[in-house]
């Protein structure tokens, strides 16, 4: 088995126990007096860190990414929108083994999470854009998604005349292209982070986060070899692996990942392995969706790629651990979407 | 033409100008001492009211109501829910002609706003629903909408704990039925009303919410005779007309209206007269949809209602008025979905 770790930030892992009120001060105060008041973030010495919340660069960006992400008049049927496949009511996903598009149109492929998908090392189950600003463009122009342009999603923008000054205002400029659209989108999205689940208190510190079973779970989920890919502060996405290591899997996606984009044949079905953060919210799992239920998940994984059948107890310790990885869900008032004008193009849900 | 005005309150309606300030002060002492400090709410004379905020009388069905009305599981799909075609960051509509359903099926009329629906006489375009309450069971068991069940709806609910548990909270019962589900609905629903559009600031004495051009559209909206139909608290929603009542309307919807409803032939092609709250908003207009623009709408309502053509300056004073009738927007978190249970039934976007 290849084991291809990344040790995130290493040198901040440091090992200790009931810290948890030293993190809080730390982070409430990381935009205070620098150097000498500062308390260095100290945890527990582990493979997983916790989740940072989000550093915010330009509330503008977000405030205007947000109405993006939840305009479905960035589709040609004026009906989808990020928001419809990575539903931040659920854990940002659609909860579907693979996605519905223009049309009624079946996706390929699961809808992956857009929680902490900042921390990821690149973009789709291929790897195939290197950040969230690449993935927002794609879904609008593909034919089995979202079925627009760019051009058509910008001639629509330019259009609104809230979401010209709103553009104008955010970017300082009049003229609305994709870049801007899909940089807001993006900026949006990094903010999609999930701190304070009970793990991250318990790698705080705070050791009455988690029971006894849960912490069997996650020893069992170190020694078993899960966090091998697993690993960092998103625990997954971090790097590439093989679905169906020790025996192959037998997917029904079609998708043959990573050598889609490397031209490699060795990388064939070699997919992103994904986050397991709000992993009990993001079922259906693996790429084709076909796992409903962590018990399922945890099986096949032992199984397919540590060649280990875990027991009924072990198995539940470990699903026990991964509901702990549950954080802070998005919290914001739903967005109002700026009307469009007598000249903004109207969708075309039902044309040829 | 048949004039069936319903003068809602007309006992409360008592001419007065300037009067801003009482009015507002009677809002915020609404619950607090009775009789002797209460100041009567003293509003112009005119055949249009304010809006009253919701009168929340319980919060818990209102919370849960708001979770039912975003989740997608209560779909055959699991890809549409309430929100969808009643989408509450773009004026409670989808902004299509008509709706899009289970499989991609075109709706046969237009989905019509969800605000301030608690004051209709009653539910959808022909008034087959009595309430809110009523209204909510349709789309769900609707093949060409949700195209669920009542039963599978609350088989869902009932495999998901933390339903479970907010169900047991709100009815303080075990047994979900579907009965709660739609009363939770309505009651969510029944708080989204749309208070403070400048016109119903003017209305309670401010002078200076609408200009001159917004007072004579609205001065000739009245002259005209459209207020004849558009009166009221929501504008609109009081009485059921005949779509075409000077010239024919050649609708591109099947629908035949109340006939339907009734049975009664002479009620073929009486619709429920829309609100015009937050029409700037509703896009496009008529049962059909087939109106983009409201200078579009202004202008076919005019000829085939009141037998009239305004000119060019007179549609558009018109319209400058009802975009005074934008009010404020449902303003609250994006809820979060209680996650399915292994137990849950897995939705079957593409099953047959």
């Known amino acids: 088995m290849r084991i291809k770790m990344i040790w995130l930030l290493t040198g901040l892992l440091v090992g200790a126990?009931?810290?948890?009120?030293?993190?809080?001060?730390?982070?409430?105060?990381?935009?205070?007096?620098?150097?000498?008041?500062?308390?260095?973030?100290?945890?527990r010495d582990e493979p997983i860190k916790p989740i940072q919340p989000a550093n915010v660069e330009n509330p503008k960006y977000v405030e205007l990414g947000k109405k993006l992400y939840f305009d479905p008049r960035l589709s040609k049927s004026g009906f989808i929108s990020c928001n419809s496949c990575h539903n931040l009511s659920m854990g940002g996903t659609d909860n579907l083994k693979t996605s519905i598009g223009h049309n009624w149109t079946k996706g390929p492929i699961n809808s992956p999470t857009v929680l902490n998908s900042s921390l990821n090392l690149a973009q789709f189950w291929d790897g195939r854009a290197a950040d969230l600003k690449e993935?927002?463009?794609?879904?609008?122009?593909?034919?089995?998604?979202?079925?627009?342009?760019?051009?058509?999603?910008?001639?629509?923008?330019?259009?609104?005349?809230?979401?010209v000054a709103e553009f104008k205002e955010a970017f300082g400029k009049e003229e609305i292209t994709i870049d801007e659209v899909t940089l807001a989108i993006a900026a949006f999205?990094?903010?999609?982070?999930?701190?304070?689940?009970?793990?991250?208190?318990?790698?705080?510190?705070?050791?009455?986060?988690?029971?006894?079973?849960?912490?069997?779970?996650?020893?069992?989920?170190k020694s078993?070899?899960?966090?091998?890919?697993?690993?960092?502060?998103?625990?997954?996405?971090?790097?590439?692996?093989?679905?169906g290591l020790v025996e192959p899997y037998h997917a029904t996606s079609p998708a043959e990942g990573r050598s889609a984009v490397t031209g490699n044949d060795a990388d064939r079905f070699s997919f992103k392995v994904p986050t397991l953060r709000n992993v009990e919210l993001t079922y259906p799992y693996f790429h084709d969706g076909e796992a409903d239920t962590l018990t399922e998940a945890v099986d096949v994984m032992g199984r397919l790629q540590l060649g280990k059948k875990f027991t009924d107890e072990e198995n539940a310790q470990i699903v026990a651990f991964l509901k702990t990885l549950t954080g802070d869900q998005p919290s914001f008032q739903l967005p109002q979407l700026p009307p469009s004008s007598d000249k903004t193009p109207r969708p075309e849900p039902f044309a040829e």
């Open 17 to 43: 126990a009931g810290c948890s009120e030293q993190a809080t001060e730390n982070q409430n105060t990381e935009s205070a007096e620098p150097a000498a008041n500062m308390v260095e973030a100290v945890y």
């Open 135 to 163: 993935q927002a463009a794609g879904p609008i122009a593909n034919p089995g998604e979202m079925a627009f342009t760019h051009a058509l999603a910008v001639d629509m923008l330019r259009s609104i005349p809230g979401y």
């Open 189 to 221: 999205e990094e903010t999609l982070v999930t701190p304070n689940s009970r793990f991250d208190l318990w790698l705080k510190g705070d050791d009455n986060a988690m029971t006894a079973t849960e912490l069997a779970g996650y020893n069992l989920f």
């Open 224 to 243: 078993s070899g899960c966090v091998a890919c697993h690993s960092g502060e998103g625990i997954g996405g971090n790097s590439f692996q093989k679905m």
